[in-house]
């Protein structure tokens, strides 16, 4: 059975509404298209990217966020991996659930059939293959960021960003 049969996105945690759809559920929801750049931790960036899925806002408002949630875990389909997001940067405009990039739906290699797209941080922030996400009221380290990554990943930050714990 393929994944885009048995794919789902859940929304937990510090929420008034826990949700969950399926794909074509989720590519029901209100649409928009952001143009943005994106900034990989190993130094190399793929400018001028117009992506296309649900706002992560829209997930957000939807589920009923509450107000002590401060942090956001996105998990993926690979072997639990996660990563962690500040809820400002999760909840900028430019942040959402992308399932298109540059007209094309996202391949498998890229992290489709649904990658989170948050612009603003470093590409390991942006969860390839996602199935959900959880609101938190504290940080919790994901797995790159429990092997020495950055809590936060922000590639405007003074020196050389933040791309280590140690940077």
Known sequence: MSILATWQFDVAGLVENPLSWSLDEFMQLPVVRVYADFHCVTRWSRLDNIWSGVATREIANLAGVKPEAKFVVAAAYDRGWTTNVP?????????????????????????????????????????????????????????????????????????????????
């Open 87 to 167: 809820i400002e940067y999760f909840l900028n405009e430019d942040s959402l659930f992308a399932w298109a990039h540059d007209g094309q739906p996202i391949p498998p290699e890229h992290g489709g059939p649904v990658r989170l797209i948050i612009p603003q941080l470093y590409a390991w922030k942006s969860a390839k293959w996602v199935r959900g996400v959880r609101f938190l009221e504290k940080d919790q380290a994901g797995f790159w960021e429990e092997g020495g990554y950055h809590m936060r990943g922000n590639p405007w930050a003074a020196g050389d960003g933040e791309r280590f714990r140690w940077s």
